[in-house]
């Protein structure tokens, strides 16, 4: 379908009278669409269209249907229905009252050309133009991140069901693909094995049983994968996604040993890390990860929004990542699309997860950018019995290159070294000092006190993040931060945030990007109709409390 340049249409008369009687008092889209316009246009879209072919449905009108559809949760044909059916859709995208909309399917096609011309976030950029346009949203100001786990779209699976559901996914590919030889190679068994989804009460209950089942399925998967090796090129069959997948399965989960298939167990050190390790064949990106007492397969979105008192909070950036991947790997990326944007932050706001020395020297020297959160903390061991005998408690001198001890000693050793990936800095005082130290119980387990520490700069930045903490103005700014916890809790109960629509980073990404922007239509909606911002809501029992201590 290629795109065909229109002009931009003005809501035909009869729906707009139409629209003014059904809604007197005003509608969400209708408010929006006259203050906003139709936010896009055909021009923005004109790279993922070809020039030829047959005229395909008006790309900014496809834009804000797609808006529409997240910010009322609705899928592909109900939102098309809704096109058809409701006068406030057609008000927003300039159709008469007798349009029978389109073809459910167009909003999928939509969705892919966004993903193939890279153009995820165009949605939400434009939109962010049109605040900046109305003076809703500026850089320079304050703003805050955070970060939740996402449920990927596949079943949770033990390690068992896993490989039997990747050796049935290869044979039902391999049965669309070449059906005449795989009959003629399946063993009558494999249909009592695969025939069936892997489900664990169809799976031997003791753990000897379901070891010998286990290896049971790697012997069949070698089988497969030797067959394919006789009769077929490489090139052919072994290119199948459902094979690779097989291919790479088997040799995380399988040790081949006298040609005998053998489960791998986390006691031998066989296991790949979760980073690398497949959970499902159907999405290769997922991955199992733990957050404190919360685990899940899947990934994990960080969404940085703007929290100024005199403007609508909207959000300005999203980022998806697996969900074994550090907060800190995600803070350049938030950082660097910001300055691009012309949204950068003066101060930005974190927890724990964002803060580190890197992190700290980096966002000011970068990108001009105050990073505010707490410090991560010494755990070791000396710090945690606050005895005064923490690495924070050694005065350095960065002139001199020496340290003096609680006691008054002075090192005897400064070196500067490479530890994973940082400059950092070796300190060390001399047994004739330790040895005979009242207190050497209580400072080094060891004959003598060593200290490693961040290098120069890095170093400062972290004592003065943590000086910051303890001064009387950081609460009540840092306080601000908590308000992102009220947007996730809007993005998933309103608008399925935590949980893929589709299989794949990518479009898990795109998902996010146009749940932002949905969740910014509806707090302009809110902005532009001055209802109040929620405040955290407290259990009966707390205004019951509260009010007692009140009145006493």
Not at 75 to 91: F, G, H, L, N, Q
Request: charged share 25%; net charge positive; proline share 4%.
């Amino acid at each position: 379908m290629s795109l065909q340049s229109q002009l931009m249409l003005s809501i035909p008369r009869q729906t707009v009278r139409v629209a003014r009687a059904a809604f007197p008092q005003g509608n969400r889209y209708m408010q929006l669409r006259d203050t906003l316009g139709t936010i896009y246009d055909d021009k923005l879209f004109a790279d993922l269209f070809p020039k030829r072919g047959q005229p395909a449905q008006a790309p900014w009108q496809l834009a804000l249907v797609t808006l529409m559809q997240f910010m009322e949760n609705l899928s592909d044909r109900k939102a098309a229905d809704a096109v058809r059916s409701r006068i406030d859709w057609k008000y927003v995208l300039s159709l008469e009252l007798t349009d029978a909309g389109f073809d459910f399917s167009l909003l999928s096609e939509f969705r892919q050309r966004l993903l193939a011309g890279n153009a995820e976030e165009l949605l939400l950029n434009r939109l962010l133009d049109c605040c900046q346009q109305q003076q809703w949203l500026k850089g320079q100001g304050k703003q805050r991140t955070d970060a939740t786990h996402v449920l990927a779209r596949i079943r949770a699976m033990n390690r068992l069901e896993c490989v039997i559901e990747t050796m049935r996914h290869a044979l039902n590919s391999l049965a669309l693909l070449v059906p005449d030889w795989l009959s003629s190679q399946a063993q009558p068994d494999w249909v009592g094995r695969y025939g069936h989804r892997a489900e664990d009460f169809r799976l031997p209950k003791t753990m000897e049983e379901r070891i010998k089942y286990a290896q049971q399925v790697g012997q069949d998967g070698y089988t497969l994968l030797e067959s394919l090796d006789r009769f077929y090129e490489p090139t052919l069959l072994w290119q199948l996604p459902a094979i690779d997948t097989l291919r790479r399965v088997w040799l995380q989960q399988f040790q081949l040993i006298d040609n005998q298939a053998l489960w791998r167990t986390e006691k031998d050190g066989g296991l790949p890390p979760s980073a690398r390790f497949i959970s499902s064949p159907y999405d290769l990106q997922a991955h199992y990860s733990r957050k404190n007492t919360t685990s899940w397969v899947g990934y994990k979105v960080h969404l940085t929004e703007t929290c100024e008192d005199d403007k609508p909070h909207l959000i300005t950036q999203v980022v998806t990542t697996s969900g074994t991947s550090s907060d800190l790997l995600a803070l350049p990326v938030i950082h660097q699309a910001l300055q691009d944007k012309g949204l950068r932050p003066a101060i930005h706001l974190v927890d724990t997860g964002y803060v580190d020395a890197t992190s700290l020297v980096e966002s000011q020297e970068q990108f001009k950018i105050d990073l505010v959160g707490p410090a991560r903390m010494d755990v070791k061991w000396q710090a945690q019995a606050g005895e005064g005998f923490a690495a924070a408690d050694f005065k350095l001198n960065w002139t001199t290159k020496q340290a003096t001890c609680p006691q008054g000693q002075l090192s005897k050793s400064w070196s500067e070294t490479m530890e994973k990936g940082h400059h950092r800095v070796v300190i060390k005082f001399s047994q004739k000092q330790c040895m005979p130290c009242a207190f050497r119980s209580k400072c080094t387990q060891g004959k003598r006190r060593t200290i490693h520490q961040r290098s120069g700069e890095y170093y400062q930045a972290l004592v003065k993040a943590r000086e910051r903490e303890r001064s009387g103005s950081y609460q009540e700014m840092y306080n601000r931060r908590a308000g992102i916890e009220g947007t996730f809790s809007q993005g998933v109960r309103a608008f399925g945030l935590r949980r893929s629509r589709y299989i794949g980073l990518t479009k898990t990404h795109l998902q996010h990007v146009l749940t932002a922007a949905a969740i910014n239509l509806c707090r302009l909606d809110d902005w532009l109709n001055e209802r109040p911002r929620t405040t955290t809501r407290q259990s009966t029992f707390v205004q019951l409390m509260v009010k007692k201590t009140a009145v006493s």
